[in-house]
């Protein structure tokens, strides 16, 4: 309980403020002292100098301006964002107290980067940068085609940038600049093309975001394939037509891409093909699986996020979803709701041809299919699919390909025979190249493919006649009838 006796004496009280005001006195005279010594001493400028860098590093934030860098801008990434992201891996100094570190598997390097939280400091033209990544996750509740809420946990990035505000002109117009410039040559001295997948959200290589990537370790290149000579070279030129024509699109008002449909029995290299084009063009390949999408806006958010100079690949295109059911019935007519959720024909034809083709430069896209009477002709037209490629069975100059490739030989004695033989049947380059790796012995290779060829040729005989293993369709056994009946006459 407060007394009036507890209260300090007058004069104990005046006696402490005197002593206060006498230290107060004391230190602005050495203050003053010290400053009258350091002008004399110091120059100005490098006095301002000084304390800018203190403040700065201190945060003043009376003098200091941040400019914040999203990853995505929209439903686009954000160039500068993963500019700096690589710019900064080449920037991390000893104030950074915790690092992200990385490896995928087949990459011979560490990725080193800070980690979230963490601070780096730049020093660019006489000018401090104190770059900050910042990640924030937060919760999405998502409606599936069967009206059930589901949550994901969605993780937002971006990177704080901070310096002394005077300097906002320079850091617009030289600094940021820079750093994008620069990162383009990083990427450029260690360019590696990737192949991106969906769904894996970080969990490949370290990033967060609706696709991961590994690097594309295919050995498959133009000089390896197994394909027609001829067709293959109408490839490569149209392909370095399409690369060196940025001006032509632009001036004719068409977007700069390329369709391209592969289409054939399987085993004939269109996988291979796909591989061999991003070598060749130093691309990257997004591999989209439309069987898990659900709706033409999750597609448009996943081609917007793509870059530049890459090949968007959708395999088998015929038979990884029902397009057509998709696009009408009583079902989906009687709820809207499913409806707006379903991926359709006419999604998939605004992706490749419509206006939000045009998201991104320099685009390939390719479908592959074993079945082209399948797909609707609306996908095959020019304008979509530019150029058809037939990837057939193997032709006696594609086995010499696999025989150089394979065994290293460019010819042999049994060539003339196995060139007969691939007149008469019809294997794929995978067939022949599964033969070629059962021995190490050239001659015995040789044997096993001409012995292979003679094994596929009587089966053909045996299918064109009925008779194989003891009989096949009705047709085929009254066909066989007939020609006995024949022989009998």
Known sequence: MFSFS????????????????????????VISEVQNVS????????????????????????????????????????????AAEVYLRTRIDTSVRQLKVSKVPREKNLSV???KGEESIDNFDGMLLKWKFVCIETQKTNLDTENNFTNEIVERRSFELRFDKKFKDKVLDSYLPFVLERSKAIKEEKKVVRIHALGYYGEVDGSWGPWGSVNLDHPSTFDTLAMDPTLKQELIEDLNRFVRRRHFYKRVGKAWKRGYLLYGPPGT????LVAAMANYL?????????ASLHSNAELRRLLVTTKNRSIVVIEDIDCSIDLENREDGDEYSANPMIKKNQLTLSGLLNFI???????????????????????????????????????????????????????GIKSHWRFNEIERLMEEVEVTPAEVAEEMMKSEDVDAVM?????????????????????????????EKVIGRKRKARSRR
């Open 353 to 407: 041809d419509g206006l939000w083709s045009s998201c991104a430069d320099e685009r390939i896209i390719v479908l592959t299919t074993n079945h082209k009477d399948r797909l609707d002709p609306a996908l095959l037209r020019p304008g979509r699919m530019d150029m058809h490629i037939h990837m057939s069975y193997c032709t006696f100059s594609g086995f010499k390909i696999l025989a150089s490739n394979y065994l």
């Open 6 to 29: 507890d209260m300090p004496s007058t004069t104990a009280v005046l006696s402490t403020y005197t002593t206060f005001a006498a230290s107060a006195v004391l230190v602005r005279t």
């Open 269 to 272: 290299g269109k996988s291979s």
């Open 447 to 475: 044997e096993k493919v001409v012995k292979f060829l003679c094994k596929k040729r009587s089966e053909r005989v045996g299918k064109r006649d009925g008779v194989e293993g003891g009989g096949g369709g009705g047709e």
């Open 113 to 115: 980067t800070i980690n």
């Open 282 to 290: 130093k691309f990257h390949v997004y591999d989209l699986e439309l």
């Open 39 to 82: 002008n004399q001493l110091v120059p100005k400028g490098l006095q301002e100098k000084i304390m800018s860098k203190l403040g700065f590093l201190m945060g003043n934030l009376s003098s200091t301006m941040c400019i914040v860098i999203d990853e995505t801008n929209g439903f686009s990434n954000n160039e500068i964002f993963e």
